[in-house]
């Protein structure tokens, strides 16, 4: 394990252009705030088609109060952008052209990809959509990269722990087989492997991260952490398969961030291209989530249901490779972040019902 003291990075960021592809979204916009916060100078490339304004304004089926809660999130990420200096371009990366542009005007040192479907459910309805969000956009992105290795020296992917597949023990690293199941975890797999084909055909320096079950502030895409603490608070039960014995590697999106703070600062040739796991490390089951929700909300209905036959088997994600290389140091375990997320929440969603009141 090496120790790197974060502070040393800020030099290395300071001179860099990175320009954030999908940046909009959940990772994204933290990303791109505290990459600003490092001193580079960031801008976001984003068509809004996802977890956005719009879907959330517009969608039938949202109630009011979870409607008003998301647009304050939603609305709170620009603002936050705007605050911190970073620029967002609305673009369809899906658009050579669109995508052009904005490689010409801002003239990025580093690139980070993330416009996708991201989430496995949702890719599996609408298979085509998966494809072309994740994979037209990255092959537009590898292309405006490939003319101009002089002047970036790092494309970032993010890709998923779902490329491995059901875990066959406790834990996997860097070096255990993918066997990816369904179009989301397949088209990351792939993107993964173009990756590495633009890096040994062309000298692009690539960096491919693997993250696991994030939650943090600002977040809409209803994953189980988000709707744990959203039912509790509003009377709905937490539905426990199989008791909660289930298990994820969950990751405080602060974690995640500093990793890839630390990718992007310690990568300066493509001889440093590699694949790095951030997680926190550690898999919990979802009824050690549902405790924590418990302890915030102690009204939460826990429910326990049948164990659902299809259920992915995860674990832990090793991440000593980032520890090793990049002085990865994840700090935030269930009781510490995810609780704070809780208390946020909490706050969120009772700022919400006070707007609700008001506006309606
Ligand atoms: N959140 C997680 O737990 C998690 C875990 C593993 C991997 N990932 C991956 O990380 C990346 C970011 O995830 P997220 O949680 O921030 O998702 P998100 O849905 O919050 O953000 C994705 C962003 O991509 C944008 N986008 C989609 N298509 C686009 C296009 N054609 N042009 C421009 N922008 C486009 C969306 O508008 C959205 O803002 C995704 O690739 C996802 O698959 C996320």
């Not at 976001?44 to 409607?67: G, H, P």
């Not at 309805?125 to 290795?149: H, S």
């Not at 993250?211 to 994953?223: F, Q, T």
Request: contains cysteine.
């Amino acid at each position: 394990m090496s120790h790197i003291p974060y502070e040393t990075l800020r030099p290395l960021l300071k001179d860099q252009r990175i320009l954030l592809i999908g940046g909009a979204g959940f990772i994204g916009h933290n990303l791109a705030l505290e990459l600003a916060n490092m001193g580079s100078k960031v801008m976001i490339a984003d068509n809004l088609m996802i977890n956005s304004l719009i879907e959330n304004t517009f969608e039938a089926e949202k109630d009011k109060v979870q409607r008003m809660a998301y647009q304050g999130f939603l609305l709170e990420r620009f603002h936050l952008l705007r605050k911190s200096g970073v620029a967002l371009k609305n673009c369809d990366a899906r658009h050579l052209a669109d995508l052009g542009r904005i490689f010409e005007e801002f003239e990025p040192t580093k690139v980070v990809h993330l416009s996708a479907i991201a989430s496995a459910v949702d890719a599996k309805a609408e298979p085509g959509l998966c494809f072309d969000l994740q994979l037209i956009t990255l092959r537009n992105t590898l292309e405006l990269i490939r003319p101009r290795t002089d002047k970036i020296n790092q494309v970032m992917f993010m890709s998923s722990s779902t490329v491995y597949g059901d875990f066959e023990g406790d834990s996997v690293d860097e070096t255990t087989f993918p066997r990816p199941e369904g179009i989301y975890a397949n088209a990351k797999f792939m993107g993964e492997r173009l990756i590495r084909t633009y890096r040994t055909q062309y000298g692009l320096g690539t960096t491919v991260i693997r993250p696991s079950a994030l939650y943090g502030e600002r977040c809409i895409s209803r994953r189980v952490s988000q709707m744990f603490i959203e039912n509790a608070l509003t009377g709905k039960p937490l539905l426990l398969e199989g008791g909660g014995d289930g298990k994820l590697d969950f990751t405080y999106i602060k974690d995640l961030v500093q990793g890839q703070v630390r990718a992007l600062a310690l990568h300066k040739s493509p001889e440093d291209s590699n694949t790095f796991n951030l997680t926190f490390g550690n898999a919990r089951t979802i009824a050690d989530l549902a405790g924590v929700v418990k302890s915030v909300v102690p009204d939460a209905i826990l429910e326990e249901r049948p164990r659902a036959v299809d259920k992915p088997i995860r674990g832990t994600l090793s991440t000593d490779r980032a520890k090793t290389i990049l002085g990865f140091e994840p700090e935030w375990t269930l009781e510490t972040g995810y609780k704070d997320y809780c208390q946020w929440y909490v706050d969120a969603w009772e700022k919400a019902k006070r707007k609700n009141n008001e506006d309606y």
